[in-house]
């Protein structure tokens, strides 16, 4: 019985990390409507914001960051990362906080230096269009951050 549980465990976790691999796409062509819904690698480099409002969504804390091809990009799309203590999470954003006060590891549980360190970042995409007079929506719900 111990073995069969064992096995299923392992076939799980096997699975779930399988599930995580994105497909690679330019930092350009991630915010494409064709990309809605899909699971996208990109590498760019995450941004705190000024303010960080985070909500709970389908029973996962996530907080918002900016994410960037470069730290110089005009461009960006937003990178939800889910807040916990372990790998390809955050920390709980305190009240009043600074931006010393984000922190975010990466897939192995290292700490990721916001507006520096280039990432892969792999998470399901949210995406759409602009309505008149108003913003689009270009949204990672990110899964796995890679140095």
């Known amino acids: 019985m111990r073995i069969r549980i064992t096995l299923v465990f392992a076939l799980f976790l096997l699975i779930s990390s399988c599930a995580v691999n994105g497909e690679p796409v330019e930092f350009a062509k991630a915010c494409d409507l064709a990309n809605d819904g899909k699971t996208l690698?990109?590498?760019?480099?995450?941004?705190?914001?000024?303010?960080?409002?985070?909500?709970?969504?389908?029973?996962?804390?996530?907080?918002?960051?900016?994410?960037?091809?470069?730290l110089a990009a005009q461009s960006k799309m937003t990178a939800d990362i889910e807040v916990g203590s372990g790998?390809?999470?955050m920390d709980e954003v305190p009240k009043g906080f600074?931006?010393?006060?984000?922190?975010?590891?990466?897939n192995n549980g290292n700490l990721i230096v916001l507006e520096n360190e280039t990432v892969k970042a792999t998470g399901k995409m949210m995406i759409a269009p602009a309505a008149a007079g108003s913003q689009g929506v270009c949204l990672m719900q990110v899964y796995k951050l890679e140095k």
Do not use: H, I, W, Y
């Open 87 to 89: 790998a390809n999470t």
């Open 41 to 70: 690698r990109v590498t760019g480099v995450l941004m705190p914001r000024k303010s960080v409002f985070c909500s709970n969504r389908g029973g996962r804390m996530e907080c918002p960051f900016d994410f960037q091809e470069s």
């Open 98 to 106: 600074k931006k010393e006060d984000l922190k975010v590891r990466d």
